[in-house]
Antibody, heavy 125, light 105 residues
Framework: QLQLQESGPGLVKSSETLSLTCTVS??????????WGWIRQPPGKGLEWIGN???????YYSQSLKSRVTISLDTSKKHFSLRLNSVTAADTAVYYC?????????????????WGRGTTVTVSS | EVVLTQSPGTLSLSPGESATLSCRAS???????LAWYQQKRGQSPRLLMY???SRANGIPDRFSGSGSGTDFTLTISRLEPEDFAVYYC??????FGQGTRVEIK
């Protein structure tokens, strides 16, 4: 059974870079029907999509975060990563990684069907 | 960019009652890309529905989804105690609605 595990610093200083990794275990990371995403949830608030990376390496980011976000995929290490630059207190959140399943060709989506447990990141001044 | 608006913000119901949750898109979208998730307090979200009306693995049949164009609905018939949670819709694996909380009346 596929599992995802987020890892990275729980505390980041304001103006610095947040870096998280999501390790994939129990299943493949390379498939034309599996893609990988990052989602966050500020305390007491709803889910906010950050970005996705598709199996071919193409990335798509939230318009509101696009200028500060980079998502990358390392299939040899079976993980994908998130970098968020110039963080502020507004970036304090639980960060989740998830698998997005689609049919080949992306004309039908099966949703984000596997999620990590989430990791809390606090931005301190 | 598609914006999803969920209503109501909170639904107060008793176990055994039915819940109807709405997700409205800012423009016409394809059913193929509309998903629903359930999130219980302190837990990760769980996929409920995809393709607007298909249940994900292990989801009981009291959950159903419908809709097309800009208006989509998640219905939970005969609420069980474990169904009280927050529900989100999502489009294209990207944008989420702001969520609907289903709470015990």
């Amino acid at each position: 059974q596929l599992q995802l595990q987020e890892s990275g610093p729980g505390l980041v200083k304001s103006s610095e870079t947040l870096s998280l990794t999501c390790t994939v275990s129990g299943g493949p990371i390379s498939s034309s029907t599996f893609h990988w995403g990052w989602i966050r949830q500020p305390p007491g608030k709803g889910l906010e999509w950050i970005g996705n990376i598709y199996y071919d390496g193409k990335t798509y980011y939230s318009q509101s975060l696009k200028s500060r976000v980079t998502i990358s995929l390392d299939t040899s290490k079976k993980h994908f990563s998130l970098r968020l630059n110039s963080v502020t207190a507004a970036d304090t959140a639980v960060y989740y990684c998830a698998r997005l399943s689609t049919v080949q060709g992306h004309y039908y989506y099966y949703g984000m069907d596997v999620w990590g447990r989430g990791t809390t990141v606090t931005v301190s001044s | 960019e598609v914006v999803l608006t969920q209503s109501p913000g909170t639904l107060s119901l008793s176990p055994g009652e039915s819940a109807t949750l709405s997700c409205r898109a800012s423009q016409t979208i394809s059913n193929s890309y509309l998903a629903w998730y359930q999130q219980k307090r302190g837990q990760s979200p769980r996929l409920l529905m995809y393709g607007a009306s298909s249940r994900a693995n292990g989801i009981p049949d009291r959950f159903s989804g419908s809709g097309s164009g800009t208006d989509f609905t998640l219905t939970i018939s005969r609420l069980e105690p474990e169904d009280f949670a927050v529900y989100y819709c999502q489009y294209y694996g990207e944008t989420f609605g702001q969520g609907t909380r289903v709470e015990i009346k």
